[in-house]
């Protein structure tokens, strides 16, 4: 869960245009299984509104579930063990996430959610695109990145895993 | 400065859960409302809860820095970017559903903001874990909440330890965005992995602490819950469920 929240502070110093804050609920999907990783997810969304203050963002909730759901069903699938599957898993999570947050985005924020999706969905907005669909592509847009670096730091972290840590694990032997 | 501030307000002294319940409270009213008249009212029932709770000195800051950012995309999205018709007022054309979107959305912000904020300045964490304990809430969910939280500045501490230490081993942190985002492995992994070995350590603090046992757990310093806080919270239930019954009917504000 921590790690969801603590990957942000190491993005903002490589200065990168995204989050990367569900590597800690996918890594979890993948270690453990669903239940534990939305639990992960969940509980962060929450430690992340109790740190920030900000309690407005919790119906973005539903996306750490979508993604804990998506994340273990393609770590059963053997996603995660190379990184030429961990592309394509990840612009399918991006695609997902995307299409899950948006409509939160939309009807619940009017498209005002983070600095870097609103800054996107802004200009999309003043080239003469209607807001629904701006709010969808700026949400796509970032998401796709987002979550297919998420997805190949997560199968970089899978295979440097000590034997002796990832024995613990018996969802990743599966 | 987000967190607990020690006082001897109401809410200070009320059951952990009345604060919360209110907080949670102004969150659903605020979503149930739809109009910049009714979220109005909705954001002065959360001033009116950090007055009771003496904490808008401990917020106003922290509410700022959340709220103002928000404001301000507001009125370029749909303020100045909204659809027709159009009011001038003076050198700027702002759009009147815009505007009106903006309020409500930007209401709510700030009225789930401030109350949270509240909620936070005016609940003791250590009185929550007795509450919680007393409600018969599993330890294991408990010692989640709270070990998360803890971890949280520590593994941020870490990350900045990473970061210096791969810096004078000779990582760039700069150059171009390829460049930048092959930098995140070698600080991401060793955060990560340290992170997955102490999950040992916590698996030993859980066992050593019974979390596997469902047996009730004894709270050493329960906090006092009147009748009157349960009827508070009571009656903030049936609001909230009134405001989103009118809602669903057609009949919201």
Redo the contacts between chains.
Sequence with gaps: ???N???G???A????PVF?DA?GTI?VAALVGPRAAI?AGL??Q??N????????W?PFGIVQIVIALYAASVARLGAFKRYETAVPAGLGLGLLAGATAAPISYF?????TG?GV?AV??VL??LGVP?PVAVAGASMGTDLLDKT?SCV?VA??LR???EQ?AA?FPALAR | M?GYAAGRSPLHRAHPYTPLAA?SAV?LLA?AVSTPGAVGVVVLAAVALALLGDATGAIVR??LV?VL??WA??L???GI?GGDPHLVLGPVTLSEPGVR??LV?GG??TA??I???TA?ATVSPPRLVEAMTARGVPFGRIF??VS??T??PR??A???Q??DAQQSRGLR?GGS?AA??R???P???P???G???E??EQVLALDARGAASGARRTALDPPRDTLGERLVRMALIMAVLMAYAAKFMGRGA
Excluded: D, Y
């Design positions: 869960m921590a790690v929240l603590v990957i502070q190491i993005v110093a490589l200065l990168l990367l590597v890594l639990a509980v962060s929450i430690l509104a109790v740190l920030s203050g900000n309690f407005s919790l619940v924020f009017g498209g005002v600095g609103t969905t802004a907005r003043g807001l670096i730091l970089a972290i440097s895993l000590p840590l613990r | 987000i907080a969150l979503f922290p509410m959340l950012p928000t995309l507001l370029v999205l749909h970017l979107r903006a959305l709510r912000v789930i903001v109350a949270f904020l936070l989640l909440l998360s939280l971890l949280v593994m941020r870490r990350a900045v990473i970061l942190i965005a930048r985002v930098a995140l492995v600080l991401v992994l955060l990560v992995l992170a997955l070995a999950v040992e």
